[in-house]
């Protein structure tokens, strides 16, 4: 079978293998500093969460990682070799994935022509059969629950559009994928099947950075979680950190509702 899905790597990452490390990247837009001094490194088989409220860089961040931006300074080590990242493409060829919050998708067509899309095996004469099989042994590794992968993706439920988002950005075996707001808008049994589908990545030896704002998604499958905050670290924290601490890192105050809160059930338990 003829198969793209090797193109832009030659071997599979070890478990724990330094896979991007970021040190000093900044980004300018003018006057204005999106990012400054970022420091990051993900590793392979883990899950680290990109945090922040609103205007943080989170974005920002991915975009410069998915080749949409170049920072302004700093280095980008990708497998211990320092990178430019011109442009997406070459991004994406060096092994570097990313899932928008708009997943891009296609919803007229089915499932195996938006996994291939803008990739297919022999353009001038589509080999549908090969895509296929090759649709379906992604979904399977993924244990993805695609009805069928001739269904249109206009027919399926915003969890199984994920799915399919995610199976499109494994087609390359990428090192790291980045996904953006994986489970915003997603209803509780939908963020449960994304979640799990995070997992079974990481799992495959895949290094993947999420962005969320959601604090027990992040919780349930990050390994670690690492805070922005006005363009800049403000912390590594990890799955077992308490509420008060991420919140205060995340808005820059030590009391707010939840510390109070905590601080008071503190008190009555004392008493």
């Known amino acids: 079978m003829n198969d793209n899905s090797s193109t832009n790597s030659s071997t599979r990452s070890e478990p724990g293998e330094l896979v991007l490390s970021l040190r000093g990247v900044s980004k300018h837009f003018g006057a204005v500093s999106a990012l ?3 420091e990051l490194d993900v590793h392979a088989g883990e899950v680290v969460a ?10 920002t961040l991915v975009k ?3 080749g949409v931006h170049q920072p302004s300074t700093g280095t980008i080590t990708f497998r211990d ?6 442009d997406p493409g070459a991004a994406l060829d060096l092994g570097i994935a990313t899932v928008f919050q708009d997943l891009a998708l296609c919803e007229n067509l089915d499932v195996v022509a938006n ?3 803008g990739r297919e095996l022999n353009p001038l004469r589509l080999d549908e059969v090969a ?3 090759r649709a379906w042994t992604l979904l399977n590794e993924l244990s993805a629950r695609i009805p069928s992968v001739r269904d249109v993706v206009a027919s399926l439920s915003g969890g ?10 494994l087609l390359l075996d990428p090192k790291l994928i980045m996904l953006d707001e994986p489970t915003a808008a997603l209803g509780v049994a939908q963020t449960a099947e994304v979640l799990n589908l995070i997992e079974r990545v990481r799992d495959r030896g895949h290094a993947v950075i999420m962005i969320s704002h959601n604090m027990e998604d992040v919780r349930a ?3 670690r979680i690492v805070v922005l905050r006005l363009g800049r670290n403000n912390g590594v924290f990890y799955p077992d950190s308490s509420n008060e601490e991420l919140i205060a890192a995340i808005t820059g105050a030590t009391e707010n509702a939840v510390s109070r809160r905590a601080d008071r059930r503190q008190a009555e338990q004392g008493a």
């Not at 199984?160 to 950005?169: D, G, P």
């Open 50 to 59: 990109l945090v922040g409220d609103n205007g943080a860089g989170k974005s």
């Open 115 to 117: 996994i291939y899309l």
């Open 36 to 38: 400054t001094d970022i």
């Open 81 to 86: 070799q320092t990178v430019t990242l011109s």
């Open 221 to 223: 499958v990050a390994d």
């Open 160 to 169: 199984q559009r994920q799915t399919v988002a995610i199976a499109r950005s």
């Open 131 to 133: 895509m296929e099989v």
């Open 64 to 66: 410069v990682l998915a």
